[in-house]
């Protein structure tokens, strides 16, 4: 096991500025300290870890005041869980070889998936807050495209991901690009996206599936892209991601099964040089 590098702590202080820069300027609400901010090696996003019993080793460990050898089991495992403690084997080129299978699939099959975007237990802590947004009436926009679909468009933790997904599908098409605008969606029983390609704001898409209900494990809800005149169904579990040409591609979802909801948040990407609105 090998410390993760790019780890950056907020402690009762400003953010980090190199957190700042890794997640934007628009990025108004972020989680309180203290906080690892934590770099995934395969997607190099970084996301936070609210820091609990692990606080003070944390800080002691990326200090240099203490070392692995010095922490308990208990305290290894869950930093691991974390990606704090990484398998030192294969650290250096899991991200070179994630962007050459995005920019193979993008080539030969017109869209490309990635799998497990988070950890476990970032996924487990990113599906408890999106439900807790739900529960509060937060997606509560007013969506004209599917009746009954709750949206929030700029959603804080959404942002954090949307400016670094940016650097990732830059990597993978190997076009410079920017974030435009980014959705929160919840859909419940018998949504239907009907067929349709996007506005200019939407040159790249990603959809990222985060939580399905009542049972994350059951009956993914796919969606379809029509490449070339032929039909694929994605399906993609919760913490997965969709990547395809929005301005190019006719996407849809057929009617989502009775009693079943998804969550998804969908995040679009302009070229750096597109002067026009980025709503």
Same mark, same amino acid.
């Given at each position: 096991?090998?410390?993760?590098?790019?780890?950056?702590?907020?402690?009762?202080?400003?953010?980090?500025?190199?957190?700042?820069?890794?997640?934007?300027?628009?990025?108004?609400?972020?989680?309180?300290?203290?906080?690892?901010?934590? *770099?995934?090696?395969?997607?190099?996003? =970084? $996301?936070? #870890?609210?820091?609990?019993?692990?606080? !003070?080793? &944390?800080?002691?460990?990326?200090?240099?005041?203490?070392?692995?050898?010095?922490?308990?089991?208990?305290?290894?495992?869950?930093?691991?869980?974390?990606?704090?403690?990484?398998?030192?084997?294969?650290?250096?080129?899991?991200?070179?070889?994630?962007?050459?299978?995005?920019?193979?699939?993008?080539?030969?099959?017109?869209?490309?998936?990635?799998?497990?975007?988070?950890?476990?237990?970032?996924?487990?802590?990113?599906?408890?807050?999106?439900?807790?947004?739900?529960?509060?009436?937060?997606?509560?926009?007013?969506?004209?495209?599917?009746?009954?679909? *709750?949206?929030?468009?700029?959603?804080? =933790? $959404?942002? #954090?991901?949307?400016?670094?997904?940016? !650097?990732? &599908?830059?990597?993978?098409?190997?076009?410079?690009?920017?974030?435009?605008?980014?959705?929160?969606?919840?859909?419940?029983?018998?949504?239907?996206?009907?067929?349709?390609?996007?506005?200019?704001?939407?040159?790249?898409?990603?959809?990222?599936?985060?939580?399905?209900?009542?049972?994350?494990?059951?009956?993914?809800?796919?969606?379809?892209?029509?490449?070339?005149?032929?039909?694929?169904?994605?399906?993609?579990?919760?913490?997965?991601?969709?990547?395809?040409?929005?301005?190019?591609?006719?996407?849809?979802?057929?009617?989502?099964?009775?009693?079943?909801?998804?969550?998804?948040?969908?995040?679009?990407?302009?070229?750096?040089?597109?002067?026009?609105?980025?709503?």
């Amino acid at each position: 096991l090998v410390d993760n590098p790019p780890i950056y702590l907020h402690l009762p202080t400003d953010v980090p500025p190199l957190v700042r820069e890794r997640i934007g300027q628009r990025v108004k609400v972020l989680p309180p300290p203290p906080t690892a901010w934590v *770099e995934n090696p395969r997607t190099r996003i =970084l $996301m936070p #870890v609210v820091l609990d019993g692990e606080t !003070r080793c &944390v800080v002691d460990l990326v200090g240099g005041r203490t070392s692995m050898s010095d922490l308990e089991d208990a305290q290894r495992r869950r930093l691991q869980q974390a990606d704090i403690l990484l398998q030192a084997n294969g650290v250096a080129t899991s991200h070179a070889r994630l962007v050459a299978d995005m920019a193979s699939a993008l080539q030969s099959d017109g869209f490309a998936v990635v799998r497990d975007v988070f950890n476990e237990q970032q996924l487990a802590a990113v599906k408890d807050y999106i439900r807790r947004l739900i529960a509060g009436g937060y997606l509560n926009c007013k969506d004209l495209q599917v009746p009954g679909r *709750e949206s929030r468009p700029n959603e804080a =933790l $959404m942002q #954090v991901l949307h400016e670094q997904l940016a !650097r990732l &599908v830059s990597a993978a098409t190997q076009e410079s690009l920017k974030p435009s605008f980014t959705l929160l969606l919840h859909y419940k029983e018998g949504s239907v996206l009907n067929r349709h390609i996007d506005r200019e704001q939407c040159r790249w898409n990603i959809s990222f599936a985060l939580d399905y209900g009542p049972d994350a494990d059951a009956d993914i809800w796919p969606i379809c892209v029509d490449i070339h005149g032929v039909a694929h169904e994605v399906r993609l579990r919760a913490g997965d991601l969709l990547l395809y040409r929005g301005t190019d591609t006719p996407h849809w979802r057929d009617r989502l099964a009775d009693g079943r909801s998804a969550t998804v948040a969908v995040f679009h990407f302009v070229s750096s040089s597109f002067d026009g609105s980025l709503d």
